[in-house]
């Protein structure tokens, strides 16, 4: 046999179905994972320390065939620990999945557990159609239902916080503050990012900005962090009324909900809401100007597909063109944390 032979034979021997098959059935992990979340597993798990099979699953009211399977799947996809028979949640799942502690993430995979699972099982409609595949195919309006419900809307904004906590201190420690007196984050939610900017520099005041609805929730945040004396709320459209005047301008989030037309009119209000020398942040999961790497950022794509009649999301260097047309002078893109960079145009 050739060495060109044997060398082929040993690349075969090395090459395997395994990670096509791990990716083909990750959502089986992806949904005991959401299932635990909505039985309130880890919530249990933190108020009662650990627990046997039994008495775990009894506070959780699971049937009998399937309950230690699935304790122990989660044992073994790392978000349980099992010592002598015992479930106890991991440090991990303690701190972010207990529902009673307020660095709860779990409002994101909730959503994700009641929408979006379902939802993304008609992505091969969406991609063969282009029509989102939410509550909007139904004849529903995700957003008219969410607005006209103030609890599922502070659940909405509570969600939007859990996402953009980390990112928001981020943003605080990275862009240079001192040389900016004020802020106003555009479509701000409860306001995770104007708090965590403020908690950060003592000079710094602003606000949020965002649909009338969002006034209570974000006053009530605001408050919880003593910060309503620097931060205010402006009620407003930001496709109907001129956006709210500061140094720094933040959408986090916001972009990539809508289409190209969209995303040009927000970048340019943001420009003419600005001073000379002002920055406009835009953060959110930027894809990799190669388009390979940020998987988040590629898949949330998808989701705006699955969630919105147009949005989706964008490189940094697409981001760096549309601010360049829209006037601004310089701009940058830095990493935060995790899939998110942030883009900063400066007027
Ligand atoms: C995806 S959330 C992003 C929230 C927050 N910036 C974050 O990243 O966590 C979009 C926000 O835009 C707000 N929004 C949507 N349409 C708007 C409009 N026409 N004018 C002002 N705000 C709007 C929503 O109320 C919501 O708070």
Redesign the pocket.
């Known amino acids: 046999m050739s060495e060109v032979e044997t060398a082929a034979i040993e690349d075969a021997k090395q090459v395997t179905p395994d990670a096509i098959m791990q990716l083909g059935t990750a959502f089986w992990a992806s949904k005991a994972l959401l299932s635990a979340v909505e039985l309130g597993v880890f919530s249990e798990l933190a108020d009662a320390g650990a627990l046997d099979a039994d008495a775990l699953r009894e506070r959780l009211g699971l049937h009998t065939r399937s309950a230690t399977d699935f304790f122990d799947a989660l044992v073994a996809l790392g978000m349980l620990e099992r010592t002598d028979g015992r479930y106890a949640n991991t440090p991990e799942t303690d701190l972010f999945l207990d529902r009673a502690k307020p660095s709860y993430v779990g409002g994101m995979l909730e959503m994700a557990n009641a929408r979006l699972y379902e939802f993304w099982g008609s992505l091969t409609e969406g991609l063969q159609t282009g029509v989102p595949q939410n509550e909007a195919k139904s004849g529903g309006d995700f957003?008219e239902a969410l607005?006209a419900d103030p609890e599922r809307l502070a659940q909405?904004?509570r969600a939007?916080?859990a996402?953009?906590g980390g990112t928001a201190q981020a943003i605080a420690a990275k862009f240079p503050w001192r040389e900016h007196g004020s802020v106003i984050?555009?479509?701000?939610?409860?306001g995770?990012?104007p708090v965590q900017i403020a908690l950060a520099h003592e000079h710094i005041t602003g606000g949020g900005?965002?649909?009338p609805?969002?006034e209570p929730i974000f006053d009530a945040y605001v408050a919880r962090f003593g910060l309503e004396k620097r931060l205010s709320f402006s009620a407003?459209?930001?496709?109907?009324d001129p956006l709210p005047e500061a140094d720094v301008l933040?959408?986090?989030?916001?972009l990539h909900?809508w289409g190209m037309d969209e995303k040009r009119v927000l970048l340019q209000k943001a420009h003419d809401a600005l001073p000379d020398g002002g920055a406009l942040i835009v953060?959110?999961a930027i894809i990799d100007d190669e388009r390979r790497n940020n998987v988040f950022g590629l898949l949330m794509s998808l989701n705006m597909l699955i969630e919105t009649p147009a949005g989706f999301d964008y490189t940094g260097a697409d981001c760096r063109g549309w601010m360049q047309e829209t006037g601004f002078r310089e701009s940058y893109v830095e990493h935060l944390v995790g899939p998110d960079s942030m883009v900063v145009g400066i007027k």
């Open positions: 957003f607005y909405f904004a939007m916080s996402i953009s984050d555009i479509g701000c939610a409860e995770a990012v900005f965002d649909l609805q969002i407003g459209d930001f496709f109907a933040v959408m986090g989030h916001i909900d953060y959110e």
